[in-house]
């Protein structure tokens, strides 16, 4: 058969309408599917979008396929449309054409949906998946041209009569093609189930935080190992043969990544046993700062000057970590000063008591600064206050440097001096003759 015989043949049918009124009626189908579509789109939107609250499944679902709900409308209208037609013996070229249009059209954002929720959930769309859309969509034009050329089911069968020699197997290119897509919208959909039930699951707020990030994770886990089954049951693949690898897996597991593995299950025990959440100002070995992040492999920490530690997890099962809001986020601070010995104590020890409470990140309930004289040091009394704060996420250096200036403004405005060491330097004995040149020796003359 000719290739261009059926592009030829849809030409000549749409010519032949041309002359018919029923090319109107097919028009205004079209013209009214892609406005009921639309609109019915942009009324779900404003109906559910914006909810109170009441509905929140609706409102999330009708906001994440809100991009793919207008094109869907429109196809189903047509859909519809071309059932009538045909039912009333109507010429349906026109919508031969708009349907398969629409229908790429709705394809085309679906994936870009998807891709983007798994993908660039944070709203970074990087340069690569850019690329990936731009050659999905051509390729997806490409498939509807041949569709309605009518190649399509040529090149389908010359991809299915091609054979290529996989080892002692003999596959098809269409199996192959055909493997892959299933494979990959299958894990796609696994990924965006399981990052749309992370989603939800982080707002609920009767669940620990460490609790969420854990169901979400073995969810999103079997969900891909779910995927990966049904994809290689879809294709043929024997799942006995998932034994070998499973075997292998155990051995490079015990043998090369037994570090990769701690450090996932260490994952899973950090979060279980709830010593570590996100938010805990924690210190381990040199690290310190705010956890962002606890992944399956590291956990992050955020210091206070920016800079973001990657820790690896085994480091905190194993280890001493020290956490500053484990069972409550009050943590006491300290400061020392030295006053003259003719000061007041009792007097310097109430100043320094007030002047703590005078900064703001102070506590001023339950726990109260307080002071002691801590001994009777070479230059003066050494004296400490001590004070609690309840966010140790803000840093120490802060409210320290807080602190010392009220002591010092208090020490200033009442004359209490603070001492400084001060020495002297003694020299004992006769003195000694002023320095003179050595003579140098005479050499005596040789004959």
Same mark, same amino acid.
């Given at each position: 058969m000719n290739p261009q015989q059926p592009l030829l043949n849809l030409i000549d049918d749409l010519t032949g309408d041309l002359q018919d009124p029923s090319l109107l009626w097919q028009l205004g189908a079209v013209l009214l599917s892609v406005v009921?579509?639309?609109?019915?789109?942009?009324?779900?939107?404003?109906?559910?979008?914006?909810?109170?609250?009441?509905?929140?499944? %609706?409102?999330?679902?009708?906001?994440?396929f809100g991009r793919v709900l207008a094109p869907l409308a429109v196809v189903g209208w047509l859909w519809l449309a071309r059932l009538l037609f045909v039912k009333y013996h109507q010429h349906v070229n026109l919508l031969k054409i708009a349907l398969p249009i629409f229908g790429s059209l709705a394809v085309i954002r679906f994936t870009f949906y998807l891709l983007r929720r798994v993908f660039a959930r944070e709203g970074q769309v990087s340069a690569t998946m850019l690329a990936f859309e731009k050659v999905f969509q051509l390729l997806v034009w490409l498939a509807f041209v041949l569709y309605i050329t009518g190649l399509w089911v040529e090149v389908f069968d010359?991809?299915?009569?091609?054979?290529?020699?996989?080892?002692?197997?003999?596959?098809?290119?269409?199996? %192959?093609? #055909?493997?892959?897509v299933s494979v990959v919208v299958l894990l796609i959909l696994a990924l965006w189930a399981g990052a749309a039930l992370e989603e939800q699951l982080m707002k609920v707020q009767g669940m620990h935080t460490n609790l969420r990030v854990v169901v979400a994770r073995t969810a999103r886990a079997l969900l891909i190992l779910v995927a990966v089954l049904v994809s290689l049951t879809l294709v043929g693949i024997d799942l006995t043969v998932l034994s070998v690898f499973g075997g292998a897996l155990g051995v490079g597991l015990g043998l090369g990544l037994q570090k990769i593995a701690s450090n996932y299950v260490s994952?899973?025990?950090?979060?279980?046993?709830?010593?570590?959440?996100?938010?805990?100002?924690?210190?381990?070995?040199?690290?310190?700062?705010?956890?962002? #992040?606890?992944?399956?492999?590291?956990?992050?920490? #955020?210091?206070?000057?920016?800079?973001?530690?990657?820790?690896?997890?085994?480091?905190?099962?194993?280890?001493?970590? #020290?956490?500053?809001?484990?069972?409550?986020?009050?943590?006491?601070?300290s400061t020392k000063v030295s006053v003259a010995y003719d000061t007041d104590v009792d007097q310097v020890l109430r100043l320094l008591e007030e002047a703590a409470l005078s900064v703001e990140r102070v506590l001023k309930e339950e726990k109260l600064p307080s002071a002691q004289l801590l001994s009777f040091g070479a230059d003066g009394l050494d004296l400490q206050l001590g004070f609690w704060i309840n966010d140790p996420q803000n840093g120490r250096g802060g409210v320290i440097s807080d602190v010392n200036r009220a002591v010092w403004r208090a020490l200033k405005e009442h004359n209490i001096s603070v001492p400084f060491p001060q020495r002297e330097m003694r020299i004992l004995g006769p003195a000694l003759p002023p320095f003179a040149?050595?003579?140098?020796?005479?050499?005596?003359?040789?004959n």
């Open positions: 009921l579509g639309f609109g019915l789109a942009r009324l779900f939107r404003r109906r559910f979008g914006r909810a109170d609250g009441h509905n929140a499944v %609706i409102e999330w679902g009708v906001e994440s010359y991809m299915d009569n091609t054979i290529l020699p996989l080892g002692k197997y003999k596959v098809s290119i269409a199996d %192959i093609l #055909q493997a892959t994952g899973f025990v950090i979060l279980l046993d709830r010593s570590l959440t996100i938010g805990d100002m924690i210190t381990v070995d040199k690290y310190s700062g705010r956890v962002t #992040q606890i992944n399956t492999r590291y956990t992050v920490l #955020q210091g206070l000057d920016g800079v973001e530690s990657i820790v690896p997890n085994e480091m905190l099962v194993s280890g001493a970590v #020290q956490n500053s809001s484990l069972s409550n986020s009050q943590l006491w601070l040149p050595a003579e140098t020796p005479s050499v005596p003359k040789q």
